[in-house]
């Protein structure tokens, strides 16, 4: 069985285009700077002759532990800002270096019998190579990129080699390196590190990792994004079969078939302590799902499921929502995108019963109809009373549902985000949302209604129901037939609260002219009613919370 899109797709490695990136610095510019603050330090001047002198040894011992130091509180710098060409964390790093160096300086050599007391600064635990230039790694170059690995007290614990794509030659510089320090290692990352290999060389690679890691106690493991197909799964089975303190396991977009869902279900011995399960863009279908959902059986602890976007279908859809029932720690659930339909749906709402910790829940795409819609909001209403996000986007979700749906919303006092989008709620519906959102709820920041159907009136009284959210920040209104007047009108709602008119974010598929076909079908049979008598019937509309 060939890896997926192994041959088709990565097969003719393509690098990202080219930009001039200045972080993080070579592995020779960091020795370069090491060897210059030593000269530095054990050089005369006005500090040495007022605080001392320090051997070239003590200036050397200095200047890596400054260097060392410096890099990763750039590293940390550079992080909020990635997007960036890095010159700030190169200007930061030169400060933060030179800075370190005027305190040694100015505290002098410490003389033999301090040097015990003497406490060094934190080093870094992180090894992360993933910020480089995204390409093939050599022999040559992994030497260079891997030397801090073989330094003999280096504390790493956490590594990351994604991004770069290691040949055999460059596996083979890194696996006596990865065996040295297997034995400290927590995390493990190796998220698209074969890119554009033969499927060959890609599985021998992967074998040459997974042999030299094998034994690693790990918290965190990630191999997304390396197409591994059945094939690639057992490539990494001496790494998979030690592995039984594993918190957290990665596998987005790696090609995960019903084949090799039963290998990862085959090889993991033990699920006890995983904490995050992350499925994400697979092509597993249900017997894939119903592998995996034994795995979700095994894993008590389990707090963060995602299985999205990996065309399950409503036997799959079931297997998962009847393994879900034993993950009584769940917090957050995302099974966006698959096909699972209104009896998975049911099925989904039977284990919703035992998340009373649960605080996101993603459901959009699901095809669950106004039936599974109606089955999942009143087992929410029981349940789950922390909600922060509720997504239900894109399910067929019709008026018929609006009750049920209004229910559960008005007892979710700690909502953040609201996604309906992409449903036929129109304007009944709409309001109905509008008035379980109007009381409490003071910490909504977030409603997407867009592709709804909605007019005027909906959207007024969308409007009405958020401006006084102190934190309120988006209104999707996109998509809907509301009149200009209608945008007016919202956009007046918004300025009377002192929200400005960006929440309301880009209107351009707003068609004021619109009308939708039922609407005007059903019109032409038996007439409209208007918009004050629509919101006339509804303003009574009252839930109970008990």
């Excluded at 974010?505 to 004050?532: F, H, I, M, T, Y």
């Amino acid at each position: 069985m060939a890896l997926p899109n192994m041959e088709n797709e990565t097969q003719t490695f393509r690098p990202r285009p080219l930009s001039i990136k200045l972080w993080p610095p070579s592995q020779g510019t960091r020795l370069m700077l090491v060897e210059r603050m030593t000269r530095n330090l054990s050089s005369t001047s006005l500090f040495s002759r007022k605080y001392g002198l320090l051997t070239k040894e003590e200036a050397e011992e200095n200047a890596k532990r400054i260097e060392d130091t410096a890099f990763a509180a750039a590293s940390d710098h550079y992080e909020k800002e990635p997007d960036g060409d890095g010159s700030s964390a190169v200007q930061f790093y030169a400060k933060e270096s030179s800075n370190l160096m005027l305190e040694v300086l100015k505290r002098g050599p410490i003389p033999k019998e301090d040097k015990k007391l003497a406490v060094a600064a934190p080093r870094s635990t992180v090894f992360d190579i993933s910020r480089g230039r995204r390409d093939f790694i050599e022999a040559k170059e992994a030497e260079e990129l891997l030397r801090p690995l073989k330094e003999g007290e280096n504390l790493y614990t956490k590594i990351c080699f994604s991004n770069r794509s290691f040949g055999v030659d460059a596996a083979r510089v890194a696996e006596p390196i990865l065996i040295s320090i297997r034995g400290q290692l927590t995390d493990v990352d190796l998220s698209d590190f074969i890119a554009g290999r033969p499927e060959d060389e890609a599985l021998e690679v992967m074998m040459i990792f997974s042999s030299a890691l094998e034994g690693c106690v790990l918290k965190y493991l990630n191999l997304s994004d390396n197409a591994l197909g059945e094939k690639g799964v057992r490539a990494f089975a001496a790494l998979l079969k030690s592995q039984r303190s594993l918190e957290e396991l990665y596998l987005i977009n790696n090609g995960i078939s019903e084949e090799a869902a039963q290998a990862v279900c085959e090889l993991l011995p033990s699920t006890e302590k995983l904490r995050v399960l992350h499925f994400h863009n697979n092509m597993t279908g249900d017997e894939g799902a119903i592998a995996i959902s034994d795995i979700v059986k095994r894993s008590g602890s389990l707090e963060d499921f995602r299985c999205s976007s990996t065309r399950v279908d409503s036997e799959g859809g079931v297997a998962l929502a009847e393994a879900l029932e034993t993950c009584t720690n769940l917090k957050k659930l995302d099974l966006r995108d698959n096909m699972f339909g209104v009896v998975a749906g049911i099925a989904l709402s039977k284990s919703f019963s035992r998340h009373a910790n649960v605080t996101e829940i993603y459901l959009s795409y699901l095809n669950l109809e106004d039936e599974g819609t109606i089955a999942l909001a009143n087992a929410l209403k029981e349940s789950a009373p922390s909600l922060e996000v509720l997504e239900m986007a894109g399910n067929d979700i019709t008026v018929g549902a609006a009750s049920a749906l209004f229910e559960c919303i008005a007892t979710k006092q700690f909502l953040i985000k609201l996604n309906l989008s992409e449903n036929e709620l129109k304007d009944e519906g709409t309001i109905l949302i509008s008035k379980a959102l109007q009381e409490g709820h003071e910490q909504l920041k977030e409603v997407d209604m867009s592709t709804n159907s909605i007019r005027r009136v909906g959207a007024r009284m969308l409007a009405q129901a958020v401006v006084w959210k102190p934190d309120f920040a988006l209104l999707n209104i996109n998509g809907n037939y509301i009149s200009d007047e209608g945008i007016d009108e919202v956009k007046e709602i918004l300025k009377a609260g002192k929200k400005s008119v960006d929440v309301l974010g880009p209107l351009d598929d707003n068609d004021p002219e619109g009308e939708d076909e039922d609407d005007k079908s059903e019109a032409d049979d038996k007439g409209v009613e208007d918009d004050g008598e629509l919101e006339s019937k509804l303003q009574h509309l009252k839930v109970d919370q008990e």
